[in-house]
């Protein structure tokens, strides 16, 4: 039996334990080493590097899991069809998660099903998640956070608007952003603005779309409910709304779409219709996706800081893993701002 146990090695029976004893902290101290959290100095951090690196112990995820009750797993929840932001957000939480125990599990959702809360909650319970990220607009069911509550399951919820407090909070101000966006048309002397907006139900659309108005109206410019087509955050749909708009008589010099995919459609309408972009139709998008710089001409846009969003939103949850007394100081409110590209142009007199 002696001779199994030596044969098995030092590193396979040592836990975080043995590893705070060695090192003289505490177990607290090991476990954030072992999750790089910010919150130790550099002596103490070398210290239980060094014993960690001296008696090869490694982690074993199953283990704290089983304590914890929880996996070392990060839901991201969505139902949007603008792929692009998706990706986006993936990129931020992975950049978060890299170099910690924590892994990434994605669950795409239909928020028209009438069993969406069961299939959420199924997906919470048998992954047993440590925490979740919801993005818009899941993130603005309330019902569903209460549901997330009573699992025990730490989130985070992405908006355009605050909906939460801090802790659980990740939003943009993209009712001042496309404000301002608009004031850069009504600046470059266009009146006959039109708005293709986001889908029915999604906070982002309302809130772009105030936005949009707020800035007429400061301008004193009405808007007439044939300047507004509705779209749904796709190419074909820009396209579709755009048609619309390209039809009236006089059409309007400038065009705001609620997000990149969408201008994008516009774009592709003008070119259909032998209209010049920006001599003729001047375009602004939302988002900053790398559609944006891959058409011609490149597309302003207001920059929605997606990835930065992301990579906070899962530093709220996992803060926690870091050990008590961890604090994250994540922001949760982020800026948006207009980039200026080659399709704003002042309008052409007549």
Request: hydrophobic share 40%; aromatic share 6%; glycine share 8%.
């Amino acid at each position: 039996m002696a001779k199994q146990k030596q044969d098995e090695g030092p590193a396979a029976k040592l836990t975080i334990n043995d590893i705070a004893r060695l090192a003289g902290v505490s177990k607290k101290t090991v476990s954030r080493v072992i999750n790089r959290s910010p919150l130790l100095n550099r002596e103490t951090r070398d210290k239980v590097e060094a014993i960690i690196r001296e008696t090869g112990y490694v982690p074993n995820p199953q283990a704290r899991a089983l304590a914890l009750g929880r996996n070392f797993l990060i839901g991201l929840i969505y139902d949007n069809p603008n792929a692009q932001m998706v990706l986006s957000m993936q990129r931020g939480i992975l950049e978060a998660l890299h170099g910690t125990e924590f892994e990434l599990v994605i669950r795409p959702v239909d928020r028209g099903s009438n069993q969406v809360m069961e299939d959420i909650q199924g997906f919470v319970t048998r992954q047993r998640l440590f925490g979740v990220v919801v993005l818009p607009p899941m993130s603005e069911n309330d019902a569903l956070m209460r549901m997330l509550d009573e699992q025990g399951c730490r989130y985070v919820r992405m908006g355009s608007a605050i909906l939460d407090d801090p802790e659980h909070m990740v939003a943009s101000n993209d009712r001042e952003a496309v404000a301002d966006a608009v004031r850069h048309l009504i600046a470059q002397g266009h009146r006959r603005i039109g708005l293709i907006a986001g889908p029915h139900g999604f906070r982002s659309a309302r809130e772009r779309r105030e936005g949009f108005e707020m800035a007429l109206a400061e301008a004193g410019i009405s808007l007439p409910r044939s300047l507004v087509a509705d779209g749904q955050y796709t190419f074909e749909s820009g396209l579709s709304a755009s048609e619309s708009l390209f039809d009236l008589t006089p059409r309007p010099t400038a065009i705001f779409a609620s997000n990149d995919e969408m201008a994008a459609g516009v774009l592709y309408a003008a070119r259909l219709r032998g209209i010049a972009v920006p001599e003729q139709l001047s375009i602004i998008g939302f988002d900053d996706t790398p559609v944006t710089t891959r058409v011609w001409p490149p597309l302003s846009t207001v920059r929605w800081p997606i990835v930065a969003m992301g990579r906070a939103a899962a530093l709220k949850l996992i803060g926690t893993a870091i050990g008590e007394g961890a604090e994250v100081n994540e922001p949760s409110m982020f800026s948006s701002t207009l980039i200026r590209r080659g399709s704003v142009a002042p309008p052409v007199q007549t």
